[in-house]
Structures are given as C-alpha cells and as structure tokens.
C-alpha cells in the first residue's frame, strides 16, 4: 500500500483505501488523510528497526485464548423477527439492488 | 513451442459439524431460506463469534491425517470484501497463522506411477451466504443459511503438471475427508469445491507463468475440462503474441469454457488483520494425541494392505478403497462368505456396481446390504450356484427383500453338481444329435460348446460347468 522505501503516503492511495472500504470522504481533506497515514506507517517503520527477533508477535492484547464452544445446535428459527427490520424481502430471502457477475 | 501445465488446487471442504463454526444455528442443507440464519449470521451489531470446539477437532483431524504441520498457535483474521451473501463485508478466515501447516499426500495415476503433492496449509474460515440472481424482478435474493458453516481451505502447491494429476489429487483429498469423516463430499450441494489456479510456461522453464483461477467447478469431468480449456486458453494466447492475464475465470458446464468473472479495477486487496473479536486458538497435544487415537486407517494404508494381504492388483485395490464406505463394504463380504477376495472384488465392482449405477445410486443407499449381498457371495463359493444364475438372483433380490437362499430355494436354482443326473442329460444330448456327434469326432472341436450349451439349456443353466465338461469330453472321446 505505502511506499515501502519511506513510508509516506500518497492522495491515489488514500483514495483507493476509500474505495476499498465504500467510505466517501470529501476530496478536500484527501491531502489531510495522506498526512496522517504517513505519520502512522512512520511510526510503524519507527518500530520495524527495533530487534525484535525474540519476541512471540502479538495476535491480541489480551494474554487469554480462544475458548471453544461445543457442537450443539441451539438457535432456533427466529426470521420473521429479523426480516421484520429488513429494507426488503421477498419468499424468506433478502432482496438487494440486482448483483450482476 | 512446447509448452508445460502448471496447476495448483484450493479445495473448499465444509466441515460435517452440526453447528456454525462461530454460532449455534444449523447447518444441515436444504432448509427454507434464512431459517438457519441467527443474529451472528446475519452480522448483527453487538454480537459476538464463539469458535466452534468439533470445528478445531476436524481441522487437526485432516491435518494427522495429511502428515501435516499443526499451528498450535493459530489466528482468525478478518479478510474484506463487500458482497451481499457476506453481511459482515469481511469473512473471518486465517491469514498468517493457520491452523495447519504443510503436509503432503500421494497420489496414483491410471498407468501406476505415484507423485507425491505439496500441501502448503489449510485453513479454517467462514462459508457465505448464497445469492440468487433469476427468481426475482430487478432484485438479487440472499439466503445466508450457509454464511457461517465451517470450511477447511485446503491449498496445494503448484505440484500438478495435467488436468489428470489435478483430478487425481482432488480424488485423494475427497477420499481422505471422508475416510475420516470431517466431511460428506457432497460436490453438487457445494460441500466440496475445487478452484483451480492454472498456468504454462515453455519447457524447461523454472519462472510461473501468470495463473488464472478457476472457479465454480462441481464435479471432477469438469475440473478435468475446465483445466484442458484453460491450458488451450492460454496456449493461444501466449502463440498469438499476447499476454496471460491474472484474473478469476468461471467455468461454464454448459458450454464448456471459462470466462472473465472479476475486472481488472476490481483487483483483490483483502486488507486482512487479526480478528479482535477473537484470541487465538491454542492446540493442546492432549487434544492432538486424542485425535490421533480415534484416527482410521486411511486409504494409501488400506490400500497396500489390500494388495499385501488380500492379494488384490493395484487397480482393484484402488476400486475397493476408494472410499470408506466401499472397504468396509468389501471387508465385510470378505468375512461373511469366506469366498477368496478376488471373487467378492469382481462381485462388487461389477455386478453390483453396475446395477447401482444403472439406479442413480452410492453403494451406501444400496438395496443389498453386505448381509443379502455376502450369502450371494457364499453360495457362489460353495457352487450352490454358477456366476449365470447368480447374476438371475441378484436381479430378484434387487427388487424383493428375499435372501439369496430364499430365492434359490423358491426358484430351485441350486446347481447340479451330482455326476449321475448331468451323465443323464450329457447321454440325452448325444443321443438326440448324432451328427453333430460325428462331426466332432472327426476333428470339429470347436462343437463342445455346442453339446455345453444343449445340456445347459436342458438342465435350466443349473449345471455345474466344470462338471458336465469334463463328463463331454469323456462322453463324446468314447
């Protein structure tokens, strides 16, 4: 996404992160944004140069793991109460603007 | 030019677990739209996903299974997308710490020789919803029934040089998650699907060229096809002077070729991190050791011990173990008729599968179970009945609940092994055809099958073969 060799970050990839994640953001502020991603990736390359060869990489922050659920079915069929707040259904499906592939 | 294939498989295998993978909704196929969909399948604000334990269990299953690396420290991660069938717009999948590592298994092609193939990983992650495109006016339809069953992304390396290694590799993988159940195979309900990353590169050439995945592929005759499409696809391309161009091709049954699925600007760009509504999953050896214990014997053992202790050739043994339910089928027949194995194999991968074929049927929703099936075996050991009659008897079992016995004693099909009453027929035969007789007598051997067949014909096809041979030949040299 960055450029790898500084760090720093351009309005083109600004915008294609936005478009990426459909976040409209206003094209004034483009520049403000690169500014501020930069900064972070600066941070970040800040940090690469530590050693850190010894140091197990952290998935959480939390030190806990994962605890498991056993397989047993126990939600039963509740769509009529959640296709009551649906925009639009139609014969137990969801309806949404045609998808065309 | 000549040009070499290079081929890579991602198998999407969905887990035979009763619940969703981070909810407790159902997974069984088949239910009215949305009515297996609860607050976390659908990506409900506030909810939060509970990893399935049988899940983990299955996926370390493969992973012995495979002689695989187990990530005993694994990580879910978020991979984003926007899609309808995928409410969250991300699906929770694994990135850089999968649950298993690399493995290999081998696989035996048509003309005997064995290769073996790279796993790279695999994967847990969540299936999607499904979108239907045709039944609705200016609209698409969601059912996320599916979104959340568990899938194990299995991810070779690029070890298969022919559409037939693919098939042959996707053979194994389907013949392994059944063996050990952590998956039914069911291609047509998408329980188990291939995407194929194909390429070609001139030989001798050791750089990749640039690939093209192959999606949508629901049977091993597609796969097949698809690839041969897809190489000659490429081959065009590259002699015309052009370029290949990485993208996702779909594959048409019906019209037998691939074609263009994602635009280029559409480029995948996943962003994925970890999951923060996750931690990570720790693989106990405790866990693994009991996995190990309830593991089967899998086919590539299987199949050698048919060979070393059933003496069966490679290919039979090949048929006989192809899946799970066949081995014990046979091994089952094996000990309940005490017929040799070379006898029940034929039985079985002839006779019987080609009526079940005829049926539309597995062996497992076989009219004649191993019991009916292994006394049929029996009787035709013990020469209660030649291969001719058994053949009639099966025909009558296939449609009746009647044992083999009950049909042969109903029908008297019991064969006549008695030497006085096949002489009796043999001295009609001869007596009622005096030319013949002559005939061969002065040379025309050929008309033995001739007096077979009359003394066959008189005795209802119940007489002992070798028996009334070797009563002819005596009969006829006087």
């Given amino acids: 996404m960055a450029d790898e060799t500084d760090g720093t970050v351009g309005n083109d990839i600004v915008e294609q992160v936005a478009h990426l994640a459909r976040i409209q953001i206003d094209p004034d502020s483009v520049a403000n944004y690169a500014a501020e991603m930069s900064g972070v990736l600066q941070l970040a390359a800040q940090m690469d140069e530590v050693d850190t060869s010894s140091v197990e990489p952290m998935a959480h922050?939390?030190?806990?793991?994962?605890?498991?659920?056993?397989?047993?079915?126990?939600?039963?069929?509740?769509?009529?109460?959640?296709?009551?707040i649906a925009p639009s259904t139609e014969n137990g499906y969801y309806l949404v603007p045609p998808v065309i592939e | 030019m000549q040009w070499e294939t290079v081929i890579g498989l991602e198998i999407h295998a969905q887990l035979a677990t009763q619940s969703k993978i981070f909810?407790?909704?159902?997974?069984?196929?088949?239910?009215?739209?949305?009515t297996q969909a609860n607050a976390v399948d659908l990506g409900m604000p506030g909810v939060l996903p509970v990893l399935n334990r049988e899940a983990v269990r299955m996926a370390v299953k493969f992973a012995l299974a495979t002689n695989a690396e187990i990530g005993k420290r694994n990580v879910f991660a978020r991979k984003n997308y926007f899609y309808p069938d995928l409410p969250k717009g991300y699906q929770i999948s694994q990135m850089s710490l999968p649950i298993v590592g690399s493995g290999k298994v081998s696989i035996e092609m048509d003309d005997g020789a064995v290769k073996e193939v790279g796993l790279t990983r695999a994967h847990l992650e969540e299936d999607a919803g499904k979108s239907v495109h045709e039944d609705f006016h200016d609209a698409t339809g969601v059912d996320l029934n599916r979104a959340g069953t568990p899938l194990l992304e299995i991810v070779s390396e690029p070890d298969m040089r022919s559409a037939k290694e693919a098939v042959a590799y996707a053979k194994k993988i389907h013949s392994i998650v059944r063996y050990i159940e952590i998956c039914d195979g069911n291609m047509q309900e998408g329980s188990f699907r291939c995407d194929a990353n194909v390429s070609i590169r001139p030989v001798g050439e050791s750089k990749l060229g640039t690939r093209s995945e192959i999606k949508n592929v629901n049977s091993f005759r597609f796969l097949e096809r698809a690839i041969n499409y897809e190489v000659e696809r490429q081959i065009d391309i590259l002699e015309a002077g052009g370029e290949v161009v990485q993208e996702t091709r779909l594959y048409d049954a019906d019209k037998d070729e691939t074609r263009s699925m994602r635009s280029k600007e559409e480029a995948n760009d996943y962003r994925y991190f970890p999951d923060p509504d996750l931690l990570p999953v720790e693989v106990e050896q405790e866990l693994i050791d009991s996995i190990r214990n309830t593991l089967p014997e899998l086919p590539d053992a299987r199949r050698a011990r048919f060979i070393a202790e059933h003496e069966l050739s490679e290919y039979d043994a090949g048929v006989m173990t192809s899946?799970?339910?066949?081995?014990?089928?046979?091994?089952?027949?094996?000990?309940?008729?005490?017929?040799?194995?070379?006898?029940?194999?034929?039985?079985?991968?002839?006779?019987?599968?080609?009526?079940?074929n005829k049926d539309g049927l597995e062996l497992r929703a076989s009219p004649i179970d191993t019991d009916r099936f292994s006394q049929l075996i029996a009787r035709l050991h013990d020469n209660t009945i030649s291969g001719k009659i058994a053949k009639e008897v099966l025909d009558k079992m296939w449609s009746s609940d009647d044992t083999a016995d009950q049909v042969i004693d109903r029908e008297g099909l019991r064969q006549i092994s008695d030497s006085s009453e096949i002489e009796k027929m043999v001295d009609e035969v001869i007596a009622s055809n005096p030319d013949q007789v002559a005939e061969y007598r002065s040379g025309k051997e050929k008309l033995l099958a001739f007096f077979v067949g009359q003394v066959m014909k008189a005795s209802r096809g119940k007489a002992n073969p070798g028996e009334l041979n070797k009563l002819l030949q005596e009969k006829l040299k006087a």
């Fill in chain 2, 323 to 356: 899946d799970r339910y066949t081995a014990d089928y046979f091994e089952s027949v094996l000990e309940n008729s005490a017929a040799s194995p070379k006898l029940a194999c034929s039985w079985i991968s002839g006779e019987l599968f080609s009526r079940l």
């Fill in chain 1, 61 to 84: 922050p939390t030190h806990a793991v994962q605890r498991l659920r056993e397989d047993v079915v126990t939600e039963t069929d509740r769509r009529d109460a959640f296709q009551r």
């Fill in chain 2, 23 to 34: 909810s407790a909704s159902s997974t069984q196929y088949g239910a009215a739209p949305n």
